[in-house]
C-alpha cells in the first residue's frame, strides 16, 4: 500500500505552460518535503512545509500544504526547459522515510 | 564547500562479483542513508545509521550490507549483484532523522550490472 500518493507521474508540457503536481495521503503529514532531482544528480531540496495551510515561493514555484495537513502540491508558473525533472515528495515519518512516487517532468522548448 | 561525494561515479561490475561503493560526507551529520533508485522511479531506502546504530529496512535484501567506519565515511557492499540490482544508488545524509532536516544527496554511483 502507497502511503504517499503523488501525480502525475509523468508530465511533458511546452516551455511557458503551467502545471501542477499533488502529493496526497491518508495520513497527517507532521511536515512534508519537495525535492527536485536533475538527470544524473541526487535530488535536491526545495522547500519543507510544516504549517497546516501553508503557502510558500520559491521563483515560480509556488507549494501549498493543505489546511488538514493531508495533502500538497506544487505549482509551476510558465515552465522553463531548466525545469525539467523528478519531482519528489518526501514524507518524514518520524524518521521513517516515505517518498512518493515521483513526477517525471519535461519541459519542450 | 561542505557536501557528500560518492566514488565512483559509474561501476560495472560481473553478475555475483562482489562491490562496493563509497559515500564520503564534509558535513559532520549524524546520519547517513542508503538509497537504489531505478529509471524515472523513487528512491528507496536501503537502510541508515544514525551515528553507529544501523537502521535496516525490513524489505532490504540480504545481499545488500553497509558499513560505517566513522561519522565521515559510509560504504555500500553488494555481496553477490544480479542483473536486477542494476540501478543508481544515491547517498544521503542528514543533521538528525525528524521531519524538518533536509536530506543532503551525494550525486550517486550508477551500477552496472553485466
Known amino acids: 500500500t502507497q502511503l504517499l500518493e503523488q501525480s502525475p507521474q509523468f508530465l511533458s508540457i511546452q516551455e511557458g505552460e503551467n502545471l501542477t503536481v499533488y502529493c496526497n495521503s491518508s495520513s497527517v503529514f507532521s511536515s512534508l518535503q519537495w525535492y527536485r532531482q536533475e538527470p544524473g544528480e541526487g535530488p535536491v531540496l526545495l522547500v519543507t512545509?510544516?504549517?497546516?495551510?501553508e503557502v510558500k515561493k520559491l521563483k515560480r514555484l509556488t507549494f501549498q500544504f493543505g489546511d488538514a495537513r493531508k495533502d500538497s502540491s506544487l505549482h509551476i508558473t510558465a515552465a522553463q526547459t531548466g525545469d525539467t525533472g523528478l519531482y519528489l515528495c518526501l514524507w518524514n515519518q518520524g524518521g521513517k522515510l516515505i517518498f512518493g512516487q515521483g513526477t517525471e517532468l519535461s519541459v519542450k522548448p | 564547500d561542505a557536501m557528500v561525494i560518492q566514488n565512483p561515479r559509474y561501476q560495472v561490475t560481473q553478475f555475483g562479483k562482489p562491490v562496493t561503493l563509497s559515500c564520503s560526507q564534509t558535513l559532520n551529520h549524524n546520519v547517513m542513508y542508503w538509497y537504489q533508485q531505478k529509471s524515472s522511479q523513487a528512491p528507496k531506502l536501503l537502510f541508515h545509521y544514525y551515528d553507529k546504530d544501523f537502521n535496516n529496512e525490513a524489505d532490504t535484501p540480504d545481499n545488500f550490507q553497509s558499513r560505517r567506519p566513522n561519522t565521515s565515511f559510509c560504504f555500500l557492499d553488494i555481496r553477490s549483484p544480479g542483473l536486477g540490482d542494476a540501478a543508481m544508488y544515491l547517498c544521503?545524509?542528514?543533521?538528525?532523522?525528524?521531519?524538518?532536516?533536509?536530506?543532503?544527496f551525494g550525486p550517486g554511483t550508477r551500477l552496472t550490472v553485466l
Open positions: 544521503a545524509t542528514s543533521r538528525g532523522r525528524g521531519g524538518g532536516n533536509e536530506q543532503f
Open positions: 512545509v510544516v504549517t497546516g495551510g
